[in-house]
């Protein structure tokens, strides 16, 4: 054959071997067409999650590592998706940027992120009575006013490239098992409790986990 007729025919065996959604082109459910250029789109827009400086506050930084383990207590107790508890994580680092808040109103402000995560993540919300009953002293009100400033810090974007995004498809293209899949969501689970890992993209981390 001609040297370029053997490269292209190479090049075609090596997408192929390597084409992690090529088995998923005929299913509709998986979006096997088009989920690269979802993952593309998700790409070009987590600049926007990447937070610009970190928390100066020592007590906040602090408090900001309980209010994670709290959420993720939460998550698991509730039995919630993962997708939920990073994407309540990302709209917590932005409300302590952007909201103005009190420190007594860590656990409602984080609750409230909870909330609004589920409604994005979750089949069934979490009704607002369930926030209230695990988060002391608070009321329908004080969500509600939460619920409002947190949707004007992220500008009405809800929808976000958070971590198990990348995770899941770094792992479905590198063909991981079941087994090493399940101890790189949880070393993501330990490493957003520490602002400093979650100050830069959210793909770059993911990378670092699977690596």
């Not at 082109?25 to 088009?34: I, S, T």
């Not at 979802?38 to 926007?48: P, Q, T, V």
């Not at 939460?74 to 508890?85: G, I, M, R, S, Y």
Request: hydrophobic fraction near 40%.
């Amino acid at each position: 054959k001609p040297r370029d007729k053997v490269k292209e025919d190479t090049e075609a065996m090596e997408w192929e071997a390597t084409e992690p959604d090529f088995d998923d082109n005929d299913d509709p459910d998986m979006c096997g067409e088009y989920c690269k250029v979802i993952f593309k789109n998700e790409c070009l827009k987590e600049h926007k999650w990447v937070m610009a400086a970190r928390l100066s506050d020592n007590k906040i930084s602090k408090l900001r590592v309980g209010c994670v383990d709290w959420l993720t207590e939460v998550c698991f107790t509730w039995k919630l998706a993962t997708d939920t508890l990073f994407t309540a994580v990302l709209y917590l680092d932005k409300a302590l940027r952007s909201v103005e808040y009190s420190l007594d109103d860590m656990q409602p402000l984080a609750g409230t992120c909870l909330f609004l995560a589920a409604k994005m993540e979750e089949v069934l919300s979490i009704p607002i009575h369930d926030i209230i009953e695990i988060v002391p002293g608070t009321s329908v009100n004080t969500i509600k006013a939460y619920e409002k400033k947190i949707l004007e810090a992220l500008d009405y974007e809800m929808v976000t490239p958070h971590l198990m995004l990348f995770l899941r498809r770094y792992n479905s293209v590198s063909g991981t098992d079941m087994e090493t899949h399940n101890i790189s969501k949880y070393l993501a689970t330990l490493v957003v409790r520490f602002q400093g890992f979650c100050s830069g993209p959210q793909s770059v981390l993911a990378a670092a986990i699977c690596f």
